[in-house]
């Protein structure tokens, strides 16, 4: 297999769960909340996720309860924040640092445990298409979900009337209160989304992406979700834009590994980190310069 | 022949802590009847406008709708009934279009919003154009937006709080009609303000507030702006002399071509803005809020650098490219237009909100502060402007915003400054303290300072100012001597129609 196929085979699957998580954030920061643990709402579901599919050998019962055990966590995050009005960025983070020590606690005696992935599909057709045929386009069915899903919130939040709702809520609270929209509630309900998606994201990772438990097998992931959000200034198609662009350059590591690149190992590791920096850089400058000319 | 009460408030009460803001309220409005709630800041206008819209729900007494008792526990309860408001700071969300505004409130899809919003304006004399997005509308059309939204609900009672506040006068005139149209209808108006004349050539019912209660129930084109005066007030309207015979002295404060582009979308960039503030003399800037204001003051201040030095003169200097602490050494002041967390920290107590500007009136030894200096200013302040409260240790929040204007103003006051820049200094403040204050700036123009007003109140600046200037779009116009112009020409100029 070239480098190449490699790219086109793996690019998806390596996106996924920064993009599950980055457009799960996105929901949760148009409503004008900032929920900083993706990371351990991710850690939880993958820990979950895994025990029930080594368990039942069921992916799906796997993913369900990745979805609702980081949805309840979310809700935590919830209730601090919306109920009691504690301090977002304080919350976020106790939940983010809950939710890594949960999952270091359930997954503990599963440590180096395997099981198996999912069966990948061709596309009817298409799939024979030469070089893309057996690679870009044969895939798991979570990657064939995961591509309607992102069209269909991408549908959602400019197109319908709960989109609309969901910008207002984040643009001014006060105001979506005052002409009479439940803005707690819708606020509640996002973080859930977002906790769902991350569950989903954290689950993909430890049962069909690296179908093996190791603690901290996350790995920051749920950072480069966050930075995700900035990067596609909260427009679905630019965050899975960048979620892709993100897949390419995990696998770019392992690939440059394969062919024998003379560059340590940890540079590589460490370069979708050095990129997230860069590129919030990048938008800040621009964002800056923009402003100068006006 | 008696029309029948659309909505009556029987012994309706509401206390917000130890502040009684409504006390058994009784009202009566009827249908296709324009009806004024008059009062000062802070009498209990605003929350009794929330116990209706259901924001806000009343500790005791009654609401009744068509004669039947009702329970408002939230804005939806009200909308259902037929109540729509318009608010004093709208409700409005500006990276979104017209259309999409409405449509939050009103059912249907945006092209029939679309149809609907032009009809409706056409018939009222509310023209918008629908695709607009919110942030590049005018004030004016803003409101605009907001009444539209409320009337596709088919009101019966239609709220509008403080709606004049923020319109220059033509767009008030404009509004005036659309409400009269609205009347002619059979829609109930509650039209919530504290400018007399508007209410006694618009409204035909008004109900007095004062310190939470009603003080009187009265046809207000059967009475003189004096006697409503005095209902709302408890007193004499205060007066206040003013003549300017001195002549000014030299330049103080200079504009020189100041352009600085703006910082954020939502921001104004001030062109080619020039202004000499000369001692002795008031100069006021006239302008709707988002015209420049903020980015003007800003600039003055010291907040935002100029790009280049010679764009702000002070004493002389140019300090365009300095920072607040060396304009304050040279003999400016400043008093911001944001009392809390600008003018003042609102957790920080009175006598170390002092300090902040006062440290160097002798508060200060080596880096170490002298308490008994701090305590002794702080007190002084207290006592010559008038502040009422505990003592130099209570806390800035805890005060009333008239009662901290006072103590900003007069901390700032007694600096002694030689330049002073003051940003809406009645704003929120009830009439007497409003008086005070500006008697106070008088005094201090008397004595040789320069002053800068920038305000939102043309009676104000009408008031107080020898010349006016006006800000639009972040162009400022030539000055107007005071004596010389009326109302009606700065109104042209604060829309754009005059240059």
Same mark, same amino acid.
């Given at each position: ?111 180096? $445990? ?181 | ?165 923020? /319109? ?5 005139? /404009? ?64 007066? $206040? ?35 000499? $503030? ?222």
């Amino acid at each position: 297999m070239s480098a190449v196929e490699f790219l086109l085979a793996g690019t998806l699957a390596a996106a996924l769960p920064l993009l599950l998580a980055a457009l799960g954030e996105m929901v949760v920061e148009k409503t004008g909340l900032l929920n900083l643990g993706l990371e351990g709402m991710m850690a939880v579901g993958a820990a979950i996720a895994f025990i029930c599919v080594y368990h039942t050998g069921a992916h799906v019962l796997g993913f369900m309860a990745a979805a609702i055990v980081s949805a309840i966590l979310a809700m935590v995050f919830a209730f601090l924040v919306i109920l009691v009005k504690a301090n977002q960025v304080a919350a976020g983070l106790a939940i983010g640092v809950l939710g890594l020590g949960l999952s270091a606690l359930f997954g503990k005696t599963y440590e180096s $445990l395997t099981i198996s992935g999912l069966p990948e599909y061709g596309l009817p057709l298409l799939s024979h298409i030469p070089l893309i045929g057996p690679t870009l386009l044969t895939q798991d069915i979570v990657v064939w979900l995961a591509v309607i899903g992102t069209i269909a919130l991408w549908y959602v939040l400019n197109k319908t009337k709960l989109g609309l709702i969901i910008t207002a809520v984040g643009e001014n609270a006060e105001a979506a209160r005052a002409i009479g929209y439940p803005v707690a509630v819708i606020r509640c309900a996002a973080v859930a989304f977002g906790g769902t998606m991350c569950g989903l994201a954290g689950a993909y990772a430890s049962t069909v992406y690296t179908p093996l438990w190791a603690d901290g097998m996350i790995a920051g992931r749920g950072w480069i979700a966050l930075a995700l959000v900035v990067f596609g200034t909260w427009q679905t198609g630019r965050v899975a834009f960048g979620a892709l662009l993100f897949g390419i350059l995990s696998l770019g590591e392992l690939t440059a590994q394969a062919i024998g690149v003379a560059i340590p190992s940890q540079v590589l590791s460490s370069l979708p980190y050095l990129v997230t920096i860069l590129m919030l850089v990048v938008i800040s400058r621009h964002q800056f310069r923009a402003s100068k000319r006006l | 022949m008696r029309k029948q009460a659309l909505l009556t408030l029987s012994g309706v009460s509401k206390r917000y802590g130890t502040v009684q803001a409504n006390q058994a309220i009784d009202l009566e409005v009827k249908s296709g009847s324009i009806h004024a709630i008059l009062g000062e800041n802070g009498a209990g206008k605003s929350t009794l406008m929330k116990l209706i819209y259901g924001v806000e729900h009343p500790d005791d007494g009654s609401i009744a709708w068509n004669g039947a008792p009702v329970q408002l526990s939230r804005p939806s309860d009200a909308q259902a009934l037929g109540i729509g408001m318009v608010f004093q700071h709208f409700s409005l969300f500006e990276t979104l279009s017209v259309v999409q505004n409405v449509s939050l409130m009103v059912p249907g899809r945006p092209a029939e919003i679309a149809t609907k919003i032009g009809d409706l304006g056409r018939k009222f004399g509310l023209v918008v154009d629908p695709d607009a997005m919110v942030h590049t509308l005018s004030v004016g059309e803003r409101q605009r937006v907001e009444i539209i939204r409320c009337l596709l609900l088919n009101p019966k009672l239609l709220i509008l709080d403080e709606p004049t506040s923020v /319109l220059p006068p033509q767009s008030v005139k /404009l509004l005036f009609e659309t409400l009269r149209k609205l009347q002619a209808e059979g829609t109930a108006i509650l039209f919530i303000s504290h400018k007399l004349e508007e209410i006694r050539a618009l409204c035909d019912e008004a109900t007095v507030l004062r310190d939470g209660k009603v003080t009187g129930r009265v046809d207000p084109r059967a009475h003189s702006a004096r006697d409503l005066a005095q209902m709302m007030i408890g007193r004499d309207m205060p007066h $206040l002399a003013v003549s300017n015979s001195a002549q000014p002295g030299e330049v103080r404060l200079r504009l020189h071509n100041l352009s600085h582009p703006r910082a954020t979308q939502f921001g104004t960039t001030l062109t080619d803005v020039n202004l000499d $503030l000369r001692a002795g003399q008031v100069i006021g800037i006239a302008g709707i809020s988002g015209n420049g204001q903020q980015e003007l003051a800003a600039l003055i201040s010291g907040e935002l650098r100029a790009r280049k030095p010679e764009m702000v003169q002070i004493m002389g200097q140019a300090v365009g490219r300095r920072g607040p602490m060396h304009r304050r050494a040279l003999g400016f002041t400043f008093v911001p237009e944001e009392r809390l967390g600008r003018g003042a920290v609102p957790e920080m107590s009175l006598a170390d909100n002092s300090l902040l500007t006062a440290h160097g009136q002798g508060m200060l030894r080596g880096g170490f502060i002298k308490r008994r200096v701090e305590q002794s200013f702080t007190r002084r302040c207290m006592e010559d402007f008038d502040v009422r409260t505990s003592g130099p240790d209570a806390e800035a929040g805890a005060l009333s915003g008239g009662n901290l204007q006072k103590f900003i103003l007069g901390r700032e006051i007694m600096l002694a400054p030689d330049v002073m820049l003051v940003s809406q200094p009645t704003w929120g403040v009830d009439i007497g303290a409003a008086t005070a204050i500006r008697r106070r700036l008088i005094e201090m123009r008397d004595n040789g300072a320069a002053i800068l007003v920038i305000s939102e109140e043309l009676e104000e600046l009408f008031e107080i100012c020898d010349i006016l200037h006006v800000l639009h779009e972040g162009r400022l116009s030539t000055g107007l001597p005071a004596a010389d112009t009326t109302a009606e020409e700065v109104g042209a100029y604060m829309i754009g129609a005059r240059l």
